[in-house]
């Protein structure tokens, strides 16, 4: 591991740590690790190959992941199984309505010996932080991840405390509708790169993990099939994979479309529309290609624009869901190149 944690598995602070600048990956590189992870996952997730590889992709556009689902259909599983297959520093983070902020950035306390106060650090000091069931716990301990999601830092008693790269929060939540739970307020939404759902396994999937889940745990036998550096060194790659004038304009078209939209009380916001293009960039080099296609950010658009907009009352009255209207918002935005609308529906 890049930096050593402490016995209580908590990542000091190194003062003056850079994060370094690796070499770049070249395609290949970033096309074959995101092989070797999807695979390492499969082995514990069965039959979401395409959504699992949407997740790695967040990984590799530095951003962060959101999964929403009904209890039990292995949104923990996954996130601990991605996580594991990275060796890096991993901390786990249970959100339940007690939960305080300073359990999550970490406290000042005061040390006797040095008669002066000593930072002890929290959770979220890790590459990798997996927040179980986030939306349990109260918007005020919610809000504790703002700063380090977005800014990739910690700021506790006026005194600032960056956080090492790779870094990416990985939580999990249940539908909003369920007892116990606190909805995620818009700014902290904006924050994930991305929102996906596993969903129910297929028949067939689910009586294979009868069979295999039954006698043994996969995740006793998971292995690590990567490290810290090497993320870096492909998120370094991703970022210099080449984006058209073009696209880029189209990206802009697709976010204001949704402004604009008549079923949108709140579109998506200018970091959503970077957040689209860093995600299509990610889930273009995955492919093994060095420029990003309309088809890309077609791909992507649902997963990472949905979770943010808020449509109007007539929209849930009519049973529609943000899905639905960037289905069309997609089909209406006229492409670069004439190619035709329909990686968004794949991608649904």
Excluded at 46 to 52: D, L, P, R
Excluded at 70 to 76: A, D, E, L, S, W
Excluded at 283 to 295: C, I, K, N, S, T
């Amino acid at each position: 591991m890049d930096q050593a944690a402490s016995k209580d598995g908590s990542v000091p602070h190194r003062e003056g740590w850079s994060g370094g600048q690796p070499p770049p990956a070249d395609i290949t590189t970033v096309h074959a690790l995101g092989e070797r992870i999807t695979a390492n996952i499969d082995q514990v997730i069965s039959g979401k190959h395409e959504t699992i590889r949407l997740g790695v992709a967040v990984l590799f556009a530095e951003g962060h992941l959101l999964i929403e689902d009904v209890p039990g259909v292995g949104k923990t599983t996954f996130a601990k199984a991605l996580a594991r297959s990275i060796h890096c520093s991993v901390r786990r983070l249970q959100f339940t309505p007690d939960l305080l902020p300073s359990d999550v950035t970490g406290v000042s306390v005061y040390n006797a010996d040095e008669r002066d106060f000593e930072f002890k650090p929290g959770p979220v000091f890790a590459n990798i932080v997996v927040g179980d069931e986030i939306n349990r716990a109260s918007p005020k301990t919610q809000s504790a991840l703002l700063e380090c999601m977005e800014e990739r830092q910690v700021t506790v008693d006026g005194v600032t405390y960056p956080l090492e790269s790779p870094f990416l929060v990985l939580a999990t939540q249940n539908p909003i509708d369920m007892e116990g739970t606190y909805p995620l307020p818009e700014a902290q939404r904006d924050r994930f790169t991305a929102r996906i759902s596993l969903g129910y396994p297929d028949r067939n999937a689910e009586i294979a993990m009868l069979g295999d889940h039954a006698t043994f745990d996969p995740m006793d036998t998971l292995l690590p099939v990567s490290d810290a550096a090497e993320v870096r060194s492909v998120i370094a790659g991703v970022r210099r994979v080449h984006v058209a004038e073009a696209i880029k304009a189209y990206a802009v078209d697709l976010a204001e479309a949704t402004r604009r939209a008549s079923e949108v009380r709140l579109g998506a916001s200018p970091r959503a529309t970077l957040q689209l293009l860093r995600a299509a960039k990610a889930w273009a080099a995955m492919q093994g290609r060095a420029y990003v296609l309309p088809d890309d950010l077609q791909f992507v658009l649902g997963p990472v624009l949905a979770h943010r907009l808020l449509l109007t009352a007539d929209a849930h009255i009519a049973g529609r869901s943000a899905t639905d209207v960037l289905i069309e918002l997609a089909r209406a935005v006229p492409i670069p190149g004439g190619a035709p609308a329909a990686a968004m529906t794949r991608a649904r």
